[in-house]
């Protein structure tokens, strides 16, 4: 059974900076893709940044040069670095797995989802 437990989330500044973190437990060996995802109140959850086994990595252009993904070379943690924030980065974070060979940022891909965690950015 995998799990994926994220924290991390607050209420930010516009322009401030927050890191979120996914930890993962049980068999993490056959999912090769992590990916995060954000919904906003009253829209559809959108891919926001993937990071695979390998080390490769690949990000919404609404957060491109402002958001990094990373993870522990174990995979029992993945990261989110979120620099720059502005109003429009304000949703429930999600971290999810997924075992297909290619990453993408879609949520069809995906087979097991955190419960998420807030991020606000007030003015």
């Known amino acids: 059974q995998v799990k994926l437990t994220e924290s991390g989330g607050a209420t930010v500044q516009s322009g401030g900076s927050l890191s979120l973190s996914c930890a993962t437990s049980?068999?993490?060996?056959?999912?090769?893709?992590m990916t995060w995802f954000r919904q906003a109140s009253g829209k559809e959850r959108e891919g926001v940044a993937w990071i695979d086994s390998d080390g490769g990595s690949a990000y919404a252009d609404s957060v491109k040069g402002r958001f990094t993904i990373s993870q522990d070379d174990d995979k029992s943690t993945v990261y989110l670095q979120m620099n720059n924030l502005t109003l429009e980065d304000t949703a429930m974070f999600y971290c999810a797995a997924s075992r297909g060979v290619s990453c993408s940022l879609r949520a069809s891909e995906i087979d097991y989802w955190g419960q998420g965690t807030q991020v606000t950015v007030s003015a």
């Open positions: 049980g068999d993490m060996e056959h999912f090769y893709c």
